[in-house]
Nanobody, 126 residues
Framework: EVQLVESGGGSVQSGGSLRLSCVAS???????RGWFRQVPGKEREGVAA???????NYADFAEGRFTISQDAAKNTLFLQMINLNPDDTAMYYC?????????????????????WGQGTQVSVAS
């Protein structure tokens, strides 16, 4: 069973930056993994995803501000976020899919993921 543990969240001022990390017990056999976020009362939404081969996919709001990366040797997924604004306030989750399915572009729809971390809170003050 793959376990995911996120860290790096916190409180920042608008315009600030954060780097989220997600350590997995095992990533090697999964074909894609991603970052998602959720605020109370709203559906979980995809932020960024990356294939095992490094191909990435970003939500429109993340393009140009967020960068997803991975360190396969350390089973770690990262999300570098810059120029944060209050709309980015949310619980951020990393996720992967253990069903070993392959897509040309890593999906941003939570439906395609079956393993989730507990989340790390990001709060951005105006």
């Amino acid at each position: 069973e793959v376990q995911l543990v996120e860290s790096g969240g916190g409180s920042v001022q608008s315009g600030g930056s954060l780097r989220l990390s997600c350590v997995a017990s095992e990533f090697l056999f999964t074909t894609y993994r991603g970052w998602f976020r959720q605020v109370p009362g709203k559906e979980r939404e995809g932020v960024a995803a990356i294939n095992r081969d490094g191909r990435t996919n970003y939500a429109d709001f993340a393009e140009g501000r967020f960068t997803i990366s991975q360190d396969a040797a350390k089973n770690t997924l990262f999300l570098q976020m810059i120029n944060l604004n209050p709309d980015d306030t949310a619980m951020y989750y990393c996720a992967t899919d253990t069903r070993v399915r392959t897509y040309i572009r890593p999906p941003l729809d939570p439906y395609f993921y079956d393993t989730w971390g507990q989340g790390t809170q990001v709060s951005v003050a105006s």
